[in-house]
């Protein structure tokens, strides 16, 4: 199932980006869609993601800032980052996984898009 993520960017400390991410293809077996990051060298940590049936995973450190959301008639999910702090700056990636498990871990995820690069200037 590809994945096609847009909305990454610069953008200064405190301020806001959208990143979007499309389905297409095969998507009836998509049953969670959401975001991991990763910053120069480090490890891919998990940042959102979201389940058919709305609920919504966070990382600690992005609770109360970011917003994942799901139009399930576009097969389109949605990261609404708000308050933007310097640390994170991070190729973003899009997943999509079918088995509503392990949401949180990379295993949990079988397609992946290509990264959008967000960066936060101090």
């Known amino acids: 199932v590809p994945l096609q993520a847009s909305g990454g960017g610069l953008v200064q400390a405190g301020g806001s980006l959208t990143l979007s991410c499309a389905a297409s293809?095969?998507?009836?077996?998509?049953?969670?869609m959401g975001w991991f990051r990763q910053a120069p060298g480090e490890q891919r940590d998990f940042v959102a993601a979201i389940n058919w049936s709305g609920s919504t995973f966070y990382r600690g450190s992005v609770e109360g800032r970011f917003t994942i959301s799901r139009d399930n008639t576009k097969n389109t999910v949605y990261l609404q980052m708000s308050s933007l702090k310097p640390e994170d700056t991070a190729v973003y990636f899009c997943v999509a996984g079918d088995s509503g498990r392990w949401v949180r871990y990379l295993r949990g995820y079988d397609y992946w898009g290509q990264g959008t690069q967000v960066t936060v200037s101090s």
């Open positions: 293809g095969r998507t009836g077996s998509i049953y969670h």
